[in-house]
């Protein structure tokens, strides 16, 4: 790593502009909801779905009834959410309601984003840690569910080129970034190839976010840091965090091109000052490039 720039040690490429005590063990799953100036973002062990007020720091966190993997915005207001073994709106007025439950088996549902067609694309995991179960979902807004692609260790990491035309997913435990062809039409994918595999670089990939200028930037499990990398998956360089476990990161803000990342607190020795910092906190950052703008799910019930 001394051999690479490292993004961290230049404070006007992207410092460190806020951070919130969440508390959380285990945050994931960021996504920004411009219309409400906040983040969205899951506690997996808590378990529950968050709503972060960026302004006014105040976090609202809404208790699930099971594990929850990742979450986004609907088109008709409130969350879609991936529970362990199935899928649930949140809605306001209407609570928590059962939309899929499809038969996981011994797996259960990790990390999801939305396609610019509204399509809910999600991974999942085996969940007794077997290698090869993980499978990569695609929920479309009539309530189908389509497996797109199999044999993942831990499905993770999802996210898609400034042109549509290319489609990320990490694999954490064998450390790889795929790259496949996308086809926004027909919500199809084809053509992996491995673009990254991490060699040399701290930690084990896991969420990720792409930027305007099509470079991904990828939080580093127990790696302290985001690596950056360009969209054929070459090195770039890397972001220092003040926690060992981001988890994942997402663009926000009013201009787009604040980083936020949600970090772990699980696992880790609160006394140990020195290796915990501020896990278990939402981490902001000045990016200096906007991100792919998210987008919401199209499908959903109207309370």
């Known amino acids: 790593m001394n051999d690479v720039p490292r993004i961290g040690s230049s404070p006007s490429l992207a410092p460190l502009i806020a951070s919130w005590p969440v508390g959380a063990g285990l945050a994931e799953s960021p996504h920004w909801m411009a219309d409400r100036r906040a983040l969205l973002w899951v506690d997996i062990l808590a378990p529950s779905v968050n709503y972060l007020d960026t302004v006014s720091g105040e976090n609202v966190a809404i208790a699930v009834p099971a594990k929850i993997g990742s979450a986004t915005a ?33 797996t259960h549902f990790n990390d999801g984003k939305c396609d610019a067609a509204g399509r809910f694309w999600l991974g999942s995991r085996s969940s007794d ?4 179960k993980g499978v990569l979902y695609r929920l479309d807004p ?5 497996a797109m692609a199999r044999g993942f260790d831990v499905c993770n990491g999802l996210g898609w080129s400034p042109d549509g035309r290319s489609f990320y997913l990490v694999d954490t435990v064998p450390r790889l970034l795929y790259r496949y062809d996308f086809d926004s039409a027909s ?8 673009v990254q595999t991490f060699a040399g670089i701290p930690g084990k990939p896991d969420g990720l976010a792409v930027d305007a200028e099509g470079r991904i930037w990828c939080a580093m499990w127990d790696g302290a840091g985001i690596a ?10 890397w972001l220092d965090t003040p926690c060992p476990r981001p ?25 140990d000052a020195g290796r915990f910092g501020r896990s278990g906190e939402i981490l902001a950052f000045a ?17």
């Open 187 to 194: 919500g199809t994918i084809a053509n992996r190839r491995v």
């Open 247 to 271: 988890t994942s990161c997402a663009f926000g803000g009013e201009s787009g091109d604040v980083l936020f990342v949600t970090t772990a607190s699980f696992g880790l020795d609160a006394a």
């Open 129 to 132: 840690g077997s290698p090869g």
């Open 74 to 106: 609907m088109t008709r207001g409130g969350a879609l959410l991936a529970l362990e073994r199935e899928l649930w709106l949140s809605q306001p007025g209407a609570g928590l309601q059962r939309h899929v439950a499809p038969p996981m088996g011994a």
């Open 228 to 237: 950056l990398l360009s969209g054929d998956g070459a090195w770039i360089g």
């Open 287 to 303: 990016a200096g490039v906007a991100g792919v703008p998210v987008h919401a799910f199209a499908g959903g019930r109207v309370p």
């Open 142 to 146: 009539d309530r189908a569910l389509h």
